[in-house]
């Protein structure tokens, strides 16, 4: 448990993104976002890369998302596959949630694991699994996995909602040693 | 999930040490009414881990639950809403094998207590049969922000498990506790008979 390096803690009042610039120096980082609450209510958490030589947070991803889910009324639950926020060589935002609530009490809350962004050889796999109040009024517990197809190094990543701003503690991890 | 040594083979780097997690308590026993952490728990850590090692009931084919608390322990039960699915393989009995979502373990607005295992096998079974000597649960539960005012709780968890009948589950639990005051003590216990096993609890920076 003592492997892990926190490297940066961005408190984001009101911020319409999270960057974090240095993907160096380790093989695994770990990103963990706290206390998520957006702007706007039943928006997503969603993040984005820039590769080196590369301008904006536009890489091409393909990458697969299912959540488990259980609705405060009992009436629903169950485990599906999330085809609408998947990607096949997309350059979108991926998202990590679906649609956190805005309540002042509501949130989401988990972690996502990049794998060796230096790298200039391989496609850069990650990793996450967050758990969310929805806007809908259920807890959802959405796990996402892709690659990022360059093989260019990843050099900055960057968090935001799918629409407004948000609130939240973000946390970059880097995993001893490289 | 804690590294310990193996970190040595995985990463290459002999006692590399961050103090990232801090280790704020260990509790063992070989049979105990319950698992409990009444203090730690505060604003000092955004994150907290709870890792299971060799985690059983004492009595067969019992549920491990988990249960929270806002007064220190001093009652248990905060309204909490999660899901829970999981993956098994039965070796033996029906040799079935399935991934699924469970709804008789999930919780919708309840003071109930979350099952992180379900019909667990006992550590003490002999061998043959549908039996698994040294039957146990792995695995680790983490806390976002307990002490928070302002947001719920949200917790996800995974354990791997020995069911009664000579089977592997793996429990993939999440939920938040639906509060704005502050949780501050956690409790394991078995849904009847005694638990044995060690919990820790980091937290981490």
């Known amino acids: ?178 | 999930m804690p590294l310990g040594a193996n970190k040595v083979a995985l990463f290459g780097v002999a006692g590399a040490v961050t103090d990232t997690a801090i280790l704020l308590s260990t509790v063992t026993t070989a049979g105990a009414a319950s698992i409990e952490f009444t203090s730690g728990i505060t604003d000092a850590y955004k994150q907290y881990v709870f890792g299971f090692y060799k985690v059983a009931p004492i009595t067969n084919a019992q549920s491990i639950y988990m249960i929270t608390s806002t007064d220190g322990g001093s009652s248990y039960g905060v309204t909490t809403t999660s899901t829970y699915f999981n993956a098994y393989q039965h070796i033996i009995w029906d040799t079935t094998t399935e991934l699924a979502y469970r709804p008789s373990s999930d919780l919708a607005q309840s003071t109930s207590p979350q099952e992180i295992a379900v019909s667990m096998a006992m550590s003490t079974q002999t061998a043959g049969g549908n039996n698994t000597p040294g039957a146990n649960l792995a695995g680790e539960l983490i806390l976002y922000n307990p002490a928070s005012t302002t947001y719920v709780k949200h917790w996800v968890c995974r354990t791997s498990w020995n069911q009664h009948l000579a089977a592997a589950y793996q429990s993939i639990i999440a939920g938040y506790v639906n509060t704005t005051t502050a949780v501050n003590a956690i409790k394991f216990y078995a849904a009847s008979g005694n638990i044995t096993g060690t919990i820790k609890m980091w937290g981490i920076k």
């Open chain 1, 1 to 178: 448990m003592s492997d892990w390096k926190l490297l940066n803690t961005s408190t984001a009042s009101g911020a319409s993104s999270v960057e974090f610039t240095s993907l160096t120096g380790y093989k695994i980082f770990k990103f963990v976002f706290i206390d998520v609450n957006p702007a706007t209510d039943g928006e997503a958490l969603q993040f984005q890369v820039n590769a080196s030589g590369q301008t904006g947070f536009n890489e091409t991803m393909t990458t697969t998302m299912f959540k488990s889910y259980h609705y405060e009324s009992g009436s629903y639950s169950g485990l599906v596959y999330e085809t609408d926020h998947d990607q096949a060589q997309g350059t979108a935002y991926q998202k990590l949630t679906t649609s956190i609530g805005s309540d002042s009490d509501e949130c989401g809350a988990g972690e996502l694991f990049l794998f060796n962004p230096a790298s200039t050889t391989y496609v850069k796999h990650f990793y996450a699994r967050a758990n969310q109040y929805a806007s809908a009024v259920y807890s959802g517990d959405v796990f996402t996995a892709g690659y990022i197809n360059v093989t260019a190094a990843i050099t900055g990543i960057d968090f935001k909602m799918s629409s407004g701003n948000l609130d939240a503690v973000i946390k970059q991890y880097g995993l001893v040693a490289t």
